[in-house]
């Protein structure tokens, strides 16, 4: 690599960890989102708050109705994502007609984001050190941060 201004070199530093992180982050919500079953976040959406724990006291009865108001606030956000009807699903759309659930959405996004920030890394790291050091680094830095330690 050539010599270059400390700005730049900055930059370039910036942009590979910006890949690492991009990386790890889809790979951990690949691994996280796509194992969540949509039929238990529809049961959960639709328990009753009056439903829980009738026989409990007072005290550990609300405390049990807040956790599961939460708990359905977060669902209600998730389910979309993982139902695939983030986008809607009007019968008319392109997308609703090659795919009536529209669920590999979130799995493709998070996979694209992935092998674009794998790709992108090495790219960096060539102008900062030798092609073979980019090449191992890279390699080394996506197992570690983008694979192993999201799966952990």
């Not at 992180?21 to 639709?46: D, K, Q």
């Not at 799995?107 to 092609?131: H, I, K």
């Amino acid at each position: 690599p050539r010599a270059l201004r400390f700005d730049i070199w900055l930059l370039y530093v910036g942009l590979a960890f910006c890949c690492v992180v991009c990386a790890a982050l889809a790979a951990g919500l690949t691994l996280g989102l796509t194992s969540i079953e949509e039929f238990e976040m529809r049961v959960l959406i639709n328990h009753l708050i009056e439903e829980v724990e009738p026989g409990a006291t007072p005290s550990f009865r609300e405390l049990a109705q807040r956790k599961l108001m939460k708990d359905q606030k977060c669902a209600t956000r998730i389910l979309p994502l993982i139902s695939g009807n983030y986008f809607g699903s009007r019968r008319e759309s392109c997308a609703h007609k090659l795919d009536p659930s529209n669920q590999h959405y979130l799995l493709v996004t998070l996979l694209l984001l992935n092998a674009t920030a794998n790709e992108a890394l090495p790219l960096f790291l060539d102008q900062l050190v030798p092609g073979w050091v980019a090449c191992l680094l890279s390699v080394t830095v996506v197992l570690f941060f983008g694979e192993i330690i999201p799966s952990a």
